[in-house]
């Protein structure tokens, strides 16, 4: 479980290699305050998505990638010297100072437009027809392990705004229309969906 308060930037240090079942490996540079926090088979969120640590080294992290979330998520396509948001795994005693994050992406987003604000920053990002149940103005979403909150919300986009701190510390400072997001919508609406759907469908269980 995480918050979405991302600690760090990473960084993709050598290209990705296959691994057995058409899954991929990445190895990531980070600082070595972060390695204390991290163990083999631990998680790390990755840009947004949970993976499963399978070496570790001071300042050097390799997580395994599925083919499910190849198929999923934008970490299929990293290259050599991109940077990526990282989060270790929430302990007990930390604060919880975004909203409850698994690292399940639901899909991604593309970028449709951007507004620079001075020194803040606007994105508005496209909604699939399949998410937009889950999206609700002054809700929260994830993008690319990103806590936010969203600040305006159509049948086919959703904006979100972002603050100097975002901006300097996450990948978020670098987008802009065209760039595609890694998107986790709250836990809680989709159990909420689920719920109304098995009601809907004369399931009296419920």
């Known amino acids: 479980m995480f918050t979405g308060l991302v600690q760090e930037r990473g960084r993709l240090v ?3 290699t296959a691994s057995g079942q058409g ?5 990531l540079g980070h600082s070595t305050e972060l390695s204390e926090r991290l163990s083999i088979g631990a998680s790390l969120a990755v840009s947004g998505v949970c993976l499963t640590l399978v070496a ?3 300042g050097r992290s390799t997580v395994e990638l599925a083919p499910e979330t190849l198929r999923r998520t934008t970490l299929g396509d990293l290259e050599t010297g991109d940077a990526v948001n ?7 005693g930390d604060p919880l ?5 698994q690292g399940h992406v639901d899909g991604t987003v593309e970028v449709v437009d951007r507004r ?3 020194a803040h920053r606007e994105l508005t990002l496209s909604l ?3 998410m937009a149940a889950w999206v609700a103005e002054k809700g929260s979403v994830t993008l690319d392990g990103v806590s936010l909150t969203v600040a305006g919300v159509t049948e086919t986009s959703f904006d979100v705004a972002l603050i100097p701190h975002t901006l300097e ?3 978020l400072g670098d987008r802009s229309p065209g760039d595609v997001l890694n998107l986790e919508v709250d836990i809680l609406a989709k159990y909420l969906q689920r719920l109304i759907d098995r009601r809907s469908a004369g399931d009296s269980s419920d």
């Not at 899954?23 to 190895?27: P, W």
């Not at 100072?97 to 994050?101: D, F, M």
Request: net charge negative; charged share 25%; no cysteine.
């Open 14 to 16: 050598e290209a990705p």
């Open 169 to 171: 510390v996450t990948t």
């Open 56 to 58: 570790l080294e001071p």
């Open 128 to 130: 699939p027809p399949e």
């Open 97 to 101: 100072g975004g909203h409850w994050v």
């Open 23 to 27: 899954g991929r490996r990445l190895v």
């Open 116 to 118: 620079d604000l001075t």
């Open 86 to 92: 990282l989060e270790a795994a929430l302990r007990v």
